[in-house]
């Protein structure tokens, strides 16, 4: 399993920032695709997810409405785009597989994780 996460960078506070998250290893389109953040100092936490099919999603509250993420089964990537961003968004990103749906928001049910990409916020 190889997950690589791009995209992150230095940003202001109200712009904007896509990541992507190209995958390989494993059968791309049968798995389940999330989005976690480490803060500094704070435990690794869900952001969002997609169905392996792209219909479903779900987002975690302190981003709905802002980050919005989406896949191409085609490329074998996920993407999250991030809108609106704000200090608290600063953190490294991680993207990851699950092959269940219930077990997509527990950082413990992920066995292998990417370098992630550091996003920072700030004036």
């Known amino acids: 399993v190889q997950l690589v996460e791009s995209g992150g960078g230095l940003v202001q506070p109200g712009g904007s920032l896509r990541l992507s998250c190209a995958a390989s290893g494993f059968t791309f389109k049968d798995y389940h695709m999330t989005w976690f953040r480490q803060l500094p100092g704070k435990e690794r936490e869900f952001v969002a997810a997609?169905?392996?099919?792209?219909?479903?999603?779900l987002h975690a509250d302190s981003v709905k409405g802002r980050f919005t993420i989406s896949r191409d089964n085609g490329k074998n990537t996920v993407n999250l785009e991030m809108n609106k961003l704000k200090f608290e968004d600063t953190a490294v990103y991680y993207c990851?597989?699950?092959?269940?749906?219930?077990?997509?928001?527990?950082?413990?049910?992920?066995?292998?994780w990417g370098q992630g990409t550091q996003v920072t916020v700030s004036s």
């Open positions: 997609i169905g392996n099919l792209g219909i479903s999603t």
């Open positions: 990851n597989a699950a092959r269940r749906w219930s077990d997509i928001r527990t950082v413990n049910n992920y066995k292998y």
